[in-house]
């Protein structure tokens, strides 16, 4: 779901902490601790102007446009380069220049930017973003992203702020932090969905799944989960989730983006949110934080909701979910209802859901697996033919054989 206005909420939970008055800002597609899209403004060369979708990702060295969206828009020669993310597998991209974006009051013309294929990333996403708005924009600049009121600012404050000093290096952006003791330079990624990932797991700290998978630039990445006692931003976090796996140490939306947060990239400071009793705003603490191989296969005549490829000893596999099953529905959401968003939501909140798949002609009941893959192995429960309407359930369509 599209959040682009504040919600009763939210407004009441700035209120009650004494937040100050919100100002005008740029709408934004995001709730707390989540990942922010923006819309930005590019110049074509014909003088006319194009509205891209745009993933705020301070942990890209150069803005980033899907190769679909790109014509029209960069210019320049050209440079074949290998682009590397989280998982370090270089991808081909181009060097290109971009003519000119345009965000809010704020404009700037001739601007590095990685043309690349995108629909790695784009699988993941209710509506594909056209690219991430990378340091070569963002760089040297101070902005405010308030999760809360949903609203992207070049200027404001947040009312009490604590003081997060950052490191340049490369381009990049660092902040210390320490997980179970041993003290880490994570990078500061707002294009990261998760908590904290870290190279290894630090020495005694056991992961309680070695299957998981990311998705990003350069593709999946097999990651270990587990949980220690992180310290960062002042405060300590008892027993958070941590990922381990990938090239380096990143420090991700959901604690950069918990509440409203200054990115003065200039000063080379992070300012955070506190309440009236001197702690974090919103201690970033999500309930589920399961990921779930769910993604939209956009190469169908309508795009659907599939199951993606995933390890078998992943807990879903495990559950009965293969790779290539259709989603009919879950729990009460059928149709246009059925979104990665709402699935999201639904999961994160620890919802038991029942599952409707199509594998080949053959329906599938399942239920959910448990956040934690060692609980009750999930059997399937077969239906019957899904040709035939009387084998599913009646809030469920039955759907065209392929």
């Known amino acids: 779901m599209v959040n682009s206005s504040p919600c009763l909420a939210a407004l009441l939970l700035s209120a009650a902490l004494g937040a100050a008055q919100p100002q005008a800002g740029i709408p934004i597609e995001s709730r707390p601790g989540e990942r922010v899209i923006l819309k930005v403004e590019a110049k074509t060369d014909q003088g006319q102007t194009r509205t891209l979708r745009m993933l705020l990702d301070t942990g890209a060295r ?232 769910i993604c939209w296969n956009r190469k169908k005549p309508e795009a659907l909701l599939e199951v993606a490829p995933m390890p078998t000893c992943h807990r879903w596999y495990l559950a009965g979910f293969r790779p290539g099953d259709r989603v009919l529905a879950v729990g009460p959401d059928v149709g246009k209802d059925l979104t990665l968003t709402r699935l999201n939501g639904m999961l994160r909140d620890g919802q038991v859901l029942d599952w409707h798949l199509l594998r080949g002609r053959k329906a599938l009941h399942l239920r959910n697996p448990s956040e934690d893959r060692r609980r009750d192995r999930l059997d399937e429960q077969d239906e019957g033919d899904a040709l035939n309407p009387r084998s599913l359930p009646a809030t469920v369509a039955t759907p065209k054989a392929h």
Not at 153 to 179: C, N
């Open 62 to 293: 150069f803005c980033v446009v899907d190769r679909g969206s790109a014509p029209g828009l960069v210019t320049g020669m050209f440079k074949l380069l290998e682009a590397t993310g989280f998982s370090g597998r270089p991808r081909h991209a181009l060097k290109r220049t971009l003519i000119e974006l345009r965000l809010g009051q704020v404009s700037q013309a001739s601007v590095p930017v990685l043309v690349m294929d995108l629909s790695e990333r784009n699988k993941w996403q209710d509506e594909p973003v056209d690219g991430l708005l990378g340091m070569s924009f963002l760089e040297d600049r101070r902005f405010l992203v308030d999760p809360f009121q949903a609203t992207f600012s070049w200027e404001g404050e947040v009312a009490r702020p604590r003081t997060i000093p950052l490191k340049a290096r490369d381009g990049y952006f660092y902040l210390s932090v320490q997980v179970a003791g041993k003290a880490q330079e994570a990078l500061l990624d707002t294009g990261a969905s998760g908590t904290i990932y870290v190279p290894s797991p630090p020495p005694g700290i056991p992961l309680e799944t070695d299957c998981e998978m990311g998705s990003g630039i350069d593709g999946f990445a097999r990651l270990g989960r587990g949980r220690a006692d992180l310290d960062l931003f002042g405060e300590r976090f008892v027993r958070r989730p941590f990922w381990s796996g990938g090239s380096g140490a990143v420090l991700g939306a959901a604690f950069l983006l918990a509440g409203p947060t200054v990115f003065d990239l200039k000063r080379q400071v992070l300012q955070v949110s506190l309440d009236e009793t001197g702690r974090l705003l919103r201690a970033p603490s999500v309930p589920g934080e399961v990921s779930f191989p």
